[in-house]
């Protein structure tokens, strides 16, 4: 999807992405050129069908996760993965430290799903430097990330 | 007014949909590579026993491969071959992807039915509504990514248990379609009928449409094929017809085994028709 400033007769750019959390989804463009911004603004519907292929609006930032499209669409059971830590010995960062806020509100996210988000979360703060993750980083990454009711 | 058109802007989009479906479907080809063969079991009708047919086939064949034998289980919404395989969850999750689960002889299995409460039917979440809309592409989804994100390894065969009806197979040759000359020789089908003129005529759709997808056909597999009685040690028939036969006729196929119903330890009492079927399967895939 691309947008036109018709005035400039110029490619619009894509700034920012919202997920409310009530199935919606919104995209804000830019004209480079005069400034002026839109907002795309979807409906249920429309958000699903996108979601419904796996992709992202507004491109990706981290890597896609495994079966996340399953893990995050699928309503599974709790116990159904078992998202086993880095092995020390492999070099790869445990990540930033979770506040004790932050881990309560990630025990509210259904089991079945949760050891992606905190792997999403955490590999989203890392890049950024983020030490230690807090209910207002969630929500940061939740948007730029677009987990919806995540 | 007058304004350009989406092909007339050059700069890409920053979404780049197109990109992310092309690094999916990368994703599968990569994967892929180091599964030698891909067999879909397949069958137009429901309940002629095609998970039986997988389940059983996968045991059999682990003997006699050097790497091993993988079930992917894309009845999604009715799955069984995990539980006719012994395979449970957790399926565990590293930086490689997600492991299957070990069932019998160490066939790996990946299904539903290890990430779906018991007793629970099949549900995304989604706004309620025009679910038609989307089911589809959520189930290609989960099937491209119980291929792409599943941590297969070296594999001499990865069977495919289609749901009944021909989509799946469509499904499935699409997604494998990627790989192209390469795939086209790596898919082939299976097909398991019991032996009634209604299956008969229900499978031969589902035949057609493998053929019409480009899809090699092994064989057929006439399950249910009579009455084995455990007392007088006899066969007897069990549904009139002979569509195995038939259906082997009709696209120049192997009828490659016909598997009696035995009602007391059915894998166990069929033991020898499905050493049998694993052989002659072996011998029509190579």
Known sequence: ?150 | MSFRTYFELTDQDRSRLGDQVAAQRQRVVERLRSVDRLVAVMSGKGGVGKSYVTAALAQGLMNQVKHGVGVLDADLASPTVARLLDAQGPLRITDEGVHPALGRGDVRVVSTDLLLETGQPLRWREPGGERFVWRGALEVGALREFMSDVVWGKLDLLLVDLPPGADGLDDLAALVSDLGEQGKAQLSALAVTIPSDESQRSVARSMQAALDAGVRLLGVVENMSGYECAECATRRPLFPGDAGAQLARQFGVPLLARLPFTPAGAAAANADSLRLLADTFLGADS
Not at chain 1, 65 to 84: C, I, N, T, W, Y
Request: aromatic content about 6%; some cysteine.
């Open chain 1, 1 to 150: 999807m691309k947008f036109l400033c018709v005035e400039c007769d110029t490619q619009m750019t894509f700034e920012e992405r919202k997920e409310p959390g009530d199935g919606t989804f919104g995209a804000a463009f830019g004209c480079p050129s005069c400034g002026r911004r839109v907002a795309m603004l979807a409906n249920p519907m429309e958000a699903q069908l996108v979601g419904a292929l796996g992709v992202k609006i507004g491109g990706r930032t981290l890597a896609e996760q495994p079966m996340e499209l399953v893990r995050s669409k699928l309503v599974g059971k709790d116990d159904a993965f078992h998202d086993a830590p880095p092995d020390p010995s492999s070099g790869v960062s445990r990540g930033p430290r979770w506040s004790p806020e932050s881990e309560a509100r990630l025990s509210r996210v259904p089991n079945f799903v949760r050891g992606m988000v905190k792997k999403v979360y955490g590999e989203w703060a890392e890049e950024r430097g983020i030490a230690e993750i807090t209910p207002a980083v969630m929500d940061e990454a939740r948007e730029d990330l677009g987990l919806e009711g995540m």
